[in-house]
């Protein structure tokens, strides 16, 4: 069964830290572009960034460029997400994507809260 589970989500106060872990089972990681997107309330979901299936390549949305960093471990089937000098207009729901050809897997979202 494929799936992917995403944690590491919760409370912490501005210019804190988290690191967001997703797990797939069902699928190798490997040959897959991973990717986080984060809803915030009200609002739509945003691609906040990417990495590409050999890992050499990652893309970030500007409002967490030099604050975020994506990665992907293949030997634990996981990707992360760092997530540093966190920022309330973080806050929102985060979810794992991994996407290869017209395959495309969806977790179901970890909640970060951004607020002191």
């Known amino acids: 069964q494929v799936q992917l589970v995403e944690s590491g989500g919760g409370l912490v106060q501005p210019g804190g830290s988290l690191r967001l872990s997703c797990t797939a089972s069902g699928f190798t990681i490997s040959y897959y572009a991973m990717k986080w997107y984060r809803q915030a309330p009200g609002k739509e979901r945003e691609l906040v960034a990417g990495?590409?299936?050999?890992?050499?390549?990652?893309t970030y949305a500007d409002s967490v460029k030099g604050r975020f960093t994506i990665s992907k471990d293949g030997a634990k089937n996981t990707a992360y997400l760092q997530m540093n000098s966190l920022k309330l207009e973080d806050t929102g729901v985060y979810y794992c994507?991994?996407?290869?050809?017209?395959?495309?897997?969806w977790g179901k979202g970890t909640l970060v809260t951004v607020s002191s």
């Open positions: 994507n991994g996407r290869t050809g017209d395959t495309n897997y």
């Open positions: 990495i590409s299936s050999h890992g050499g390549v990652t």
